[in-house]
């Protein structure tokens, strides 16, 4: 066979080779000792090459999974934080929501408080007020009681008065009888006088 037909045939297999390899079909594999003795060396270094791509791709593609593996879980892990971060927010709301809760609860402490307080300060002020009052009041009914003591002795003296009174009256009224009693004594004497007198007259 003549040398150039056999180089042609070379040729366009290594060409169609390379085209695979170009598509990214790196599947062939050259065999160097069905070439020409003169193409060997060049068939050689293109099935070099394409066993470099083809380990480079494999390894590309491990990487490949490795990276979209990492990214799994670098996904993974941003949605437990985006997750932890909702919690975090939700618990930081709560928070915040409760120590609004506990501040008016406080306040509304003090107010209330505030309103015992108040309320106390009336009260032992009432308490003083009726403690005066009472104090007042007590001192009013002994001064009454006093007056009361007062007008029963001035009753009393009333009384006794009424009966010297009476006595004094009682005795008039003897004197008085005794004083009729005489000049009725007088009248008859003065009558059996006068009697006595005309008889003598006569």
């Known amino acids: 066979m003549f040398p150039w037909i056999t180089g042609g045939k070379d040729l366009h297999k290594l060409t169609k080779a390379v085209a695979r390899y170009a598509a990214g079909d790196l599947s062939a594999v050259l065999d ?12 050689h270094h293109v099935a070099e090459m394409a066993e470099l791509l083809r380990n ?17 879980e670098v ?14 927010n939700d618990a ?11 501040a ?13 307080m108040a309320t106390a300060q009336t009260m032992t002020s009432a308490a003083a007020e009726i403690y ?25 003296d009333i009384k006794q008065s009424s009966a010297d009174i009476e006595a004094r009256v009682i005795a008039l009224s ?7 009693n005489l ?17 003598a007259a006569i």
């Open 183 to 199: 000049l009725a004594t007088i009248r008859g004497i003065s009558v059996q006088t006068n009697l006595l007198s005309l008889n």
């Open 132 to 156: 005066d009052s009472s104090r007042e009041t007590k001192q009013l009914a002994e001064q009454g009681g006093q007056a009361v003591k007062e007008v029963a002795k001035v009753m009393e």
């Open 92 to 102: 930081t709301v709560k928070a915040r929501a409760l120590t609004r809760d506990i």
């Open 174 to 180: 003897q004197m008085a009888r005794e004083i009729d």
């Open 32 to 43: 160097a000792a069905q070439y020409a003795q003169a193409h060997r060396p060049l068939i």
């Open 75 to 88: 996904s993974g892990a941003i949605a437990r934080a985006y997750i932890s971060a909702e919690s975090i």
């Open 56 to 72: 480079f791709v494999g390894e590309t593609q491990v990487a490949a999974g490795q990276v979209s593996a990492a990214a799994h």
């Open 104 to 116: 008016d609860t406080a306040e509304q402490a003090n107010v209330k408080l505030t309103q015992v």
